[in-house]
Each structure stands twice: as C-alpha cells, then as structure tokens.
C-alpha cells in the first residue's frame, strides 16, 4: 500500500463535513443542508448502479425498483403496523440482502442477454415492480404508501425531521460506508473481473473468469445498494410514498449521474450527484420559489413552471455527456500514457 | 503422456463443414503447430477445443481427462431444488395476497406481541388449502419450468470456455482481444483470477488474506511482464501499447494462468523478422518451462523452426501430421501449402 | 352479451390496437435491423405525431367540418404527421446518435434515452398550448381528448359484437403500408442497400454505398410509420397524452422482440399477439394486471427464445 494522499473522494467528503459549519453562519433562506442530503441519497443509489453499470458494463434501467424494494422492505420490516418491528438498525441492514435477493431473482434469468436487451427487461422489471406494489394493496397499502416508518434513535429518542443536521451526518456516514465498500471492490479480483467482462466478455471467459457469476454479484451488490438507499429515503421521509414515486424518472436520474459524473468513477459518481441533483433540487426548487414570488408562478403558462424541464434537463444531460464528455466530469482513474 | 487428444472433430455450421473429422494427439511439453491456408478450420478447431464453439461431434481430452461436465448425482440435486423452489414460489407469488392476510393480518392486532408458532401454522395450513383448491397445477407448471431452466442452464454449462480455462487451458486470440481500458499488469492478473482464492467478503472487509494474496501475485505479474520484455510498461493501458507488444501481452496473459496447455492463434501475424526471432524465443522459453505449446502459424520459418510435429488443414481435413521434416517431403503439403510460400 | 360475443370482441379490440402497435413495432424492428440500436426516442417521436395531428385538427377547425372532409382533413393528418415524424427521427439521428456511430453501443443507447426525454419534455411543453383542442393549455400534463372524427355505428347492425368504422379504418391505413414496406425492402435498390447496410456496414461503404444516407432514410421511413400510427392510434382510442410514447413505445418494442427483432413479419406478427394479449388480459385477468403480464411475456421470450418467433440467430464472430 503506497502512502495515503488525499484524493478527489477524501475533499468531496471533507468539504460536505464542514458545510453545515459554514451553513450556520449564513441566513436561513440560504440553508441548503437539507437539499445536499438529497445529493448523498442519489449518490448512494447511484454508486449502487455504478457498480453494475459503470465496472460491469451492464446498463440497468430498473435500479429504482430495487430503492422501491428496499424502502419497502424496510418499511415493511420496522412499521409498528406491521408484526416484525425491527429497529432502525437492523431493519436497514436487512435490506442488503433483501436487495440481493431480488437482484438475484431478476439477474439470475437474464444474465446471457445481450446488452441492449438486458437494458430492456431491466427497464421493464423496473414497471413491474412498481405496478406489483400498487397492486398488492393488502400488503403494500396500495398507492397510501407505508408510514409512518421509524427514524434511528441514538440515546431514546427518536429523530424527527427538525433534527436537520443529525440525518445530514447519518446520510454522509452512510454514504461513506457505501463509498469504502465500493472502492473496496473496485480495488479486487472482482473489480478487476468486472472490468474484464465490460472490456470483452469472451476474451475474460477464455481467462477462466465465470462471467455469469461476475455478472450475478454485480447485479446483486448494485440491487443491494440500491435498496438500501431506498431503505434511508423510507426513514428519512417517514413514509415509502406511493410506488410511482420510484419510476423510470429515478432510474434515469441515477443513470444520469453515473453518466454525467464519469462511468466507474467513484469521484465521478459524486461529482455527478452533485451536478445532477443541484439542478433538480437545489436550482430548479429555487428557480421556482423565485418565480412564484415574481407572481408568474405555475399557473400561467407551461414553461414558465421550472419543474415542467425535468425530462429536458436529464435527457440534454445524457445527450451532451456521451458526445462531449464521454468519460465524464471526473473520468476513472487509468494510465493512458502514450507510448 | 499425452497433453492434449483431439478425437475425430467435426464442426458444422448448418450445411458448412468447417472441421471435418481431424485427430491428433499433442504430447507434454511438445511445441506443436497447426497450419493450413487460410479457411482451412485452424482457428475453428482451437473454438472448439476451447469451449467457444460446441464441437458438433468427437471429444476433447486433456491431460487424458474429458472436461466437459458430466450428470452427477450433484446436477440432479440441483436441478430438483431449483424445481421444488420453483414450485413453492409460483404458489406463493399467485396468492401472496391471501397469504399474508391469512398469516399476518389474521393474526397481528396492534401493538400486541405476535404469535409467531400460530401464524406459521395458518400459514401452512392456507398452503395446504391452494394446493387443494387448483393451486397444485401452478405448483407443478412453475416446478416444471424451474427444474427446466436449470437443466438448460447446466446443458449449457457443461463445456464453457471459463471451465476449460480453468482445467489448465489457455489462449490468445488471432485478432488480439485484451482488456484495453485495464493496465498491463491488471490484464496479467486477470489471466490469474482463477489461481485466485480470496473472495469476495475478504475483498470487502480488506481481510489480511487479501492483502497477501494482493502482494504475492502482484509481484508474479511483474514477474512475469518482465519475462516477455515489458515490466518498464507495466502501469499503462494496454490500449496505449503498439500492435507488437500487444501480442507479447496476450502471451503474458495467457501464460499468467499457470496453463499446461497454451494455444496460440497466429502469434507472429503483423511481425517483422527480428520480432519473430525474439518470439521463437519466447515460445522456446515457454515449453522449457514447462508448458505445452499448440500455435496456429503461417510463418513457415518459425514453424519448421519451433515445433515438434505438424498438423496440416485443407478445406477443413487434416492431410498430413508429422514432423518437421515428415511435412517438408510429404508431396501433398508441399502442394498444398507449402509451394505457394515463398520464403518457406 | 355470451362469452363468445365477449371473447369476439375482445379479439376485435385486440387485432386493432395489434395493427397500430406493429406499425410502431416496424421502427424499432428497422433501426435496430440496420444499426443495432433500441430508439428508446421512437415511442416519444410517436407521441409528438399524436400532438401534432391534434394541433392541425384544432388550427383547421376540422371538428365542425361535413363529413367527406373529414375524411380528407384525415388524409391531411396522416401525411403532414408521417412528414413530421420521419423528419424529426431523422434528425434524432443525424445530431445525436450518427455522431456516436464509433463509440460503444452502451453511449448510443443513453443517447437514445436522452432523446426520449428530451421529446417527453417537448410533448409536455406542447400540451401547454394555448388552444382548445388542448382545454387551453391550462393542464399540460393532462390527458387530452382527440375528438372523434371517424364515425361511431356498428358496421354489424344491430349484433352485440360491434365492429366500428375506426377498426376498418385502421386496416385500411396499415395493411398497405406494411405491403409498401415489404416491397421497399424486399424489391427497390434502396432496400437492398439497407439490407446490405444491415449485413455488414463496412463492407457496404466499400462498395459504395452511403452508409449514413441508408441509415438516415431507414430512421425516416422507420419515424414516419410512427406518424402514421400516431394518426391511427389517436382516431381510434381517442385520448392522447404526453407520456403515452412510452407505454406504447414498450409494447412496440416487446412486440418487435417478441416477433424477432430485425424482421418486418416478425414485428408485425408481433404486434398483433401483443395487442390480443393486452385486450385478452384486460378481460380475463384484470386491467391493472395488464402491464405485468406483457413485461412478463417480453423477459420470457428474451430467456427462452432471444431471436424472437421469427428471427434468426446471429454467431458472434471471434
């Protein structure tokens, strides 16, 4: 191991520590905490599809139905209503292996499929999942949504969501975990395996790797993930919302993000959620509060209402970033060296 | 012994006969060359020795054992629980429904302690009832799909590249195909993923089991970079390298898997004379230590230089198998092959 | 009405959403013939086909026309909304995807889902529109009723199993087209260089052929088939809206899998399985279980057989 210097990932984490700090001494319509823990929310989900996406080469259109799963699961697990009645802790834990169990159960079938088609039945599994939770309303409760669903409780009780900064440094340490992990993968024989079978399936086959397996745990630990992810935004938002809320839109988003911040990139990752979710909820959110103060609000007409360039915004992202900047904003670290 | 015994081989894409019919044995530590104009089935016949192609009749064997998987009692185990796990979810994802509120909300009132042996025993008994009222149709139908997707699956599996890789076989490729994006010695290191031994729960918690077999066969890849000449690159992309050297690398490759067997598809395509030289040498080196070389080669030189015995394709039939010498006075190489080469 | 009426109608219902969904089918089955590309924009592009014959319907009044011109204002839409689809694919091609053709096919296909958001965002904007066809341009996001043109009695008199001018209507449009395509490909020199296109690109521009015109032409004809469907499908559900490209977009796609993706009998073959399947599950099973059940059968066949009923398989070259 050489000496530890600090990189792109290490100042990103830094400087989101400190903001809180800095936040305090600005006025209150300035506050942008709590839109910054939106940023570590996609970023979580986002590495989660990094992983399949990103080192495996396998584009998964369907990563938001694993965050619905996750929430669910959690919510399912930890919900007075309900009889299990976890807690935060291992409620959230459980739903790393109920993530990898459904990642399995989707992977498992489609793994021989070529790229564009597995795009497709993941795209598809993404509206299935979502039509099932609104279908099983006896246990989903339907389009209701499950809440209230428990916050953690560090010493009794427990956090609400004025407890603004404390679910802010929850989410950064998650984030942090998830980001370990993740580098901790990249930087093994699976890493190395992974990126392998993206660069020639059949040349690392030939190498004895066994794809299918590399492909499965990929699609697992990517569903794991994100379901955990779906588990945070379930207790933080003290309810799953309805199943719709976790439509292809979110799977663009984080499809977005890994494209926009730089394909198997971890730095890239963040980068990108920090891009792609400041637009959508920091300048778009306070584009619209600007203009409904102007009084030329949503009513009006449809272009004037910010939230109505959402799909423009995400789909000019994708766009762009494939022609222009095809690594990304933070390109993964290789040797290019000519020779 | 014998390292590798290819029995009467014939590949057929639809009406084409790409192989017909060829045998030969390769002993240990023998170098031994295919050759053949092109079209011949040279590199048809190393797809399906490799497992790329199914071979549509004759076997493969190395080292005296078939690699190919066989039905063991194994397989039939695995097929049966992948049935049985079909059947009961198919059941159970039908009618989740009537089943959670059989077992769940029948049971659980509000903020009162759940009775966990009760609900397990409705639970049961809800089952017992679908399968009564119609549910064991679903249950066999998704049986028979579950335990048919396993059996295709291990019907597929049977004879992969990956398993041949893995019982000691390895290969380049006549159009070269590394990992571009990956640095040399990460290419090298994937050719020893399968010499690999810790996991993935060591990757991810950095167990000192990973960190030693990271420092050991980091060193073996350096190791054996320095031995095709190209350690001082060893950091870059394997894309960045030039036409040459990617072949080396391919070797490298290759060879980081420990083989007995290497088979190299046209080795020498794309070099000029000094580099063929130095490739002869390389290919030497490699069968001194210790591993059996079968190339595909149409530079007579470094054939008639290298190898032991030849194996000589037309058209898909094997018309000749020898030595070096065998080939150059057997009358039907000469025209077949040999008397349009000009600096053969 | 007796099951067999029910089931009849069913049937009616399905083979005529069948026809509009394999018309929509035939554009991926063409882009992804010739450059292995799923257009993830052509459901879209076939929603703003929808929006415009809406917008012309409004301009020209054609609600209060007499009923002859009606028929022509129909003529009209279809070849103003063919016009416009096929150029606006073309376009799609020639700025986002002809400029990747040498990257990898994972950049192509985020560039395709770009697109189809970009004209999701469009369609959106459109239906804010200030007439009437539009309630105004008030709700953008809602629904919006295409009114109905063709008219409604039962061809069969007074049985239960009605069989309405709108489901001759859309035999009438699609069956010649799907002829006119099939001689196109099969018959004319630009056929046989797509084809040729299709086989082998680089082989094709040594022998002179244009690649990126025979490409630009395929996204064309493959974007004005949507614009036809997109007239067909509004007259005959009469409700159009800004997110419908991507639920018919899927159906399509799931059709030209099913059919055997690259094959224009396959497509269409395809579409109508599809569209029964839909309307048989409508009935059957239950609405909400509709969605479901396609994508179920669409992961199904991608497992069992990824070449489709009628497609052939190809080898990789190693």
């Not at chain 1, 992810?229 to 199943?243: K, V, W």
Request: overall charge positive; hydrophobic content about 50%.
């Amino acid at each position: 191991m050489s000496r530890w210097r600090p990189g792109p990932i290490s100042i990103i984490v830094f400087v989101a520590a400190l903001l809180p700090m800095c936040e305090l001494m600005l006025p209150q319509s300035a506050h942008i905490t709590e839109a910054v823990r939106g940023v570590f929310l996609y970023a979580i989900l986002a590495l989660g599809l990094n992983v399949v996406t990103g080192y495996a080469g396998l584009l998964n259109l369907g990563i938001a139905a694993f965050m619905a799963i996750g929430a669910y699961a959690f919510a399912i697990l930890t919900c007075e209503i309900y009889p299990f009645q976890f807690g935060f802790w291992p409620g959230l834990l459980l739903t790393l292996p109920i993530g990898a169990l459904f990642g399995f159960l989707l992977g498992a079938p489609t793994l021989r499929l070529r790229g564009d088609y597995l795009a497709i039945v993941t795209l598809g599994f993404g509206e299935i999942v979502q039509d099932v939770l609104k279908n099983l309303d006896t246990i989903t409760k339907g389009t209701q949504g499950i809440n209230p669903v428990p916050a953690p409780s560090f010493g009794g009780s427990m956090w609400t969501a004025d407890d603004e900064y404390k679910w802010y440094y929850l989410l950064l340490a998650l984030m942090v975990v998830v980001i370990l992990g993740v580098r901790n993968l990249e930087r093994s024989r699976l890493g190395r395996a992974w990126f392998s079978i993206r660069e020639d399936e059949l040349a690392s086959r030939s190498m004895g790797i066994r794809v299918e397996r590399i492909k499965m745990l990929a699609f697992s630990a990517a569903a794991a993930i994100a379901a955990f992810a779906g588990g945070i935004s379930a207790s933080m938002l003290s309810s799953t919302g309805e199943p719709s809320n976790y439509d292809f839109q979110v799977s663009v988003l984080a499809l977005c993000i890994v494209i926009v911040g730089g394909i198997g990139s971890i730095a890239g990752v963040l980068v990108g959620a920090l891009v792609m979710i400041g637009l959508n909820s920091i300048v778009l959110v306070k584009a619209t509060a600007a203009l409904d103060a102007l009084g030329i609000g949503a009513q009006g007409n449809v272009l004037l209402s910010p939230n109505n360039w959402k799909y423009l915004i995400f789909g000019l992202a994708l766009v762009l970033a494939v022609r222009l900047k095809p690594h990304g904003l933070v390109p993964p670290r290789i040797e290019r060296r000519a020779s | 012994m014998t390292a590798l015994r290819a029995s009467a081989i014939t590949v057929r894409f639809g009406g084409l006969v790409a192989v017909q019919d060829v045998t030969f044995t390769v002993g240990e530590k023998q170098i031994y060359a295919v050759i053949g104009p092109n079209g011949a089935g040279k590199t048809t016949l190393f797809n399906a020795m490799t497992g790329i192609y199914e071979p549509t009749s004759g076997e493969v064997q190395f080292a005296g054992r078939s690699v190919c998987l066989t039905f063991s009692t194994r397989v039939a185990v695995r097929i049966a629980l992948s049935a049985l796990a079909c059947a009961l979810s198919s059941l159970i994802a039908l009618n989740v429904q009537d089943l959670w509120q059989a077992t769940i909300i029948d049971n659980y009132q509000y903020a009162q302690p759940f009775p966990w042996v009760e609900s397990a025993h409705d639970c049961f008994d809800a089952l017992v009832g679908l399968m009564r009222s119609g549910g064991a149709w679903t249950a066999i139908l998704g049986g028979v799909a579950g335990g048919g997707a396993a059996a295709v699956l291990w019907w597929r599996s049977r004879r992969t590249p990956d398993l041949i890789a893995r019982a000691g076989v390895a290969r380049t490729f006549q159009n070269i195909r590394l990992f571009n994006e990956l640095s040399l010695v990460q290419n090298v290191l994937v050719g020893m993923d399968h010499r690999m031994r810790a996991g993935f729960w060591s990757a991810l918690m950095r167990l000192p089991r990973f960190h030693d077999e990271r420092k050991h066969f980091h060193s073996e890849s350096v190791e054996l970079l320095t031995f095709v000449g190209l350690a001082d690159r060893a950091d870059y992309a394997a894309g960045s390298l030039p036409y040459g050297l990617r072949r080396r690398l391919e070797i490298a490759r290759a060879l980081a898997a420990k083989p007995n067997i290497i088979l190299l598809d046209e080795p020498a395509a794309g070099m000029n004379p000094s580099e063929i030289v130095d490739l002869m040498t390389l290919i030497r080196r490699v069968r001194d230590a210790g591993t059996t070389v079968v190339l595909i080669e149409h530079h007579m030189r470094l054939v008639m230089g290298v190898s032991d015995r030849i194996l000589v394709l037309q058209y898909g039939r094997q018309i000749a198998e020898g030595t070096p010498a065998e080939i150059r006075a057997n009358p039907a190489c000469v025209e077949a092959y040999l008397g349009t080469e000009s600096h053969g | 009405m007796q099951d067999s009426e029910v089931f009849l109608q069913q049937l009616i219902t399905g083979l005529s959403n069948g026809m509009i969904i394999a018309l929509i089918a035939l554009g991926y089955t063409m882009v992804y013939g010739i450059i292995e590309l799923i257009n993830f924009a052509h459901g879209d592009v076939f929603m703003l086909g929808a929006f415009l014959a809406l917008t012309l319907l409004g301009m020209f009044g054609m609600e209060a026309w007499p009923q002859h011109w009606q028929l022509a204002g129909v003529v009209l839409m279809l070849v103003s909304c063919a016009a416009f689809c096929g150029t606006l694919n073309w376009s799609l091609d020639r700025l986002a995807y002809r400029p990747l053709r040498r990257a990898s096919k994972l950049s192509l296909l985020v560039s395709a889902i770009g697109c189809s958001f970009i004209c999701t965002n469009l369609g959106l904007f459109w239906g804010g529109m200030p007439m009437d066809v539009f309630a105004g341009g008030v709700a953008a996001a809602a629904p919006k009723d295409f009114p109905q043109l063709v008219p409604q009695y039962n061809l069969l008199g007074e049985s239960a199993v009605r069989v309405v001018p709108a489901d001759i209507a859309v035999l009438v449009v699609t069956i010649p087209l799907m002829i006119a395509l099939v001689y196109l490909v099969k018959r004319t020199r630009l056929g046989r260089a797509m084809r040729a296109v299709a086989q082998d690109s680089t082989a094709a521009a040594l022998m002179g052929i244009p690649v990126d015109r025979v490409i630009g032409v395929t996204f064309f004809i493959g974007g004005a088939l949507g614009g036809f469907a997109s007239v067909v499908y509004a007259l005959y559900n009469n409700t159009i809206g800004f997110q419908m490209g991507y639920r018919a977009g899927m159906d399509a796609f799931t059709a030209a899998v099913l059919g055997g993706i690259g094959s224009l009998p396959g497509a269409v073959l395809g579409g109508l399985t599809i569209g029964c399947v839909r309307a048989m599950s409508d009935q059957y099973v239950e609405t909400r279980w509709t969605n479901t059940i396609v994508f179920g059968i669409l992961v199904l066949i991608l497992i069992f057989r990824p070449s489709g009923l009628l497609g052939s398989t190809r080898r990789e070259k190693v």
